[in-house]
């Protein structure tokens, strides 16, 4: 099912994104209108970070999908080759499926949005940075976290 | 389009580190100003309403694809 065709959450989505990032993102969608995303460019330490932020069809029970619109280093950590929203791009790797044990980094369907989604880009692309500077991811893999 | 990324020097990415892992170990926000994209510091996520202060506090781990 599209994010279109739940109009309550359609509102929730946009209200989310503009009362957060105002008019910087913007609202899209493929000929087809069968795919939906926001384009939104992260600016950090110098650096700029094109992204889309694509809603997959079992949205919002599944989180959205951030796209780049870049192209990064092959040897990039974190990041997924593919994914379920047919948008071509590297996908940031932000959450773990079926995560229960570490609550702060669980998606949430009734609490998060989109826009929610923008604001961990700017978290990841300020790792991105920090490893590009110095060869090391600055936050811990999921496999060395304690919970 | 081609990614031309810039390092930053090896003491700011050493400030930036450290705040990320205190920021997660805290469960505080990272603030990043909106219009020049400079990392300014962590701050408690009451205070994400702020003009030009971007808070993000969650999804603070990183996972392997």
Known sequence: MSIVSDKNRLVLEHRAMRERWGEAARWCCNSGRTVYWWEYTVRVEG????????????????????????????????????GRVALPGVRMCWFYPGESKRS??????????????????????????????????????A???VA | MSGSF???????AEQIRQALQRARASNQGIAIDKQTGQFTGTAPLNQGAQEKVNMIGKFDTHYRG
């Not at chain 1, 989180?63 to 619109?69: M, R, Y």
């Open chain 1, 47 to 82: 650096n700029e970070f094109p992204i889309r932020v694509a809603y997959p069809d079992d949205y919002p029970a599944s989180p959205p999908e951030i796209i780049f619109d870049v192209e990064l280093p092959g040897n990039t950590p974190h990041v997924l080759r593919s």
């Open chain 1, 104 to 141: 702060r980094n669980v998606w949430n369907p009734a609490t998060d949005t989109a826009a929610m989604a923008i604001g961990v880009a700017h978290r990841w692309c300020l790792a991105f940075v920090v490893w590009l500077s110095t060869g090391n991811w600055p936050v811990p893999d």
């Open chain 1, 143 to 145: 496999a060395n976290v």
């Open chain 2, 6 to 12: 810039k390092p930053i020097s090896p003491e700011r």
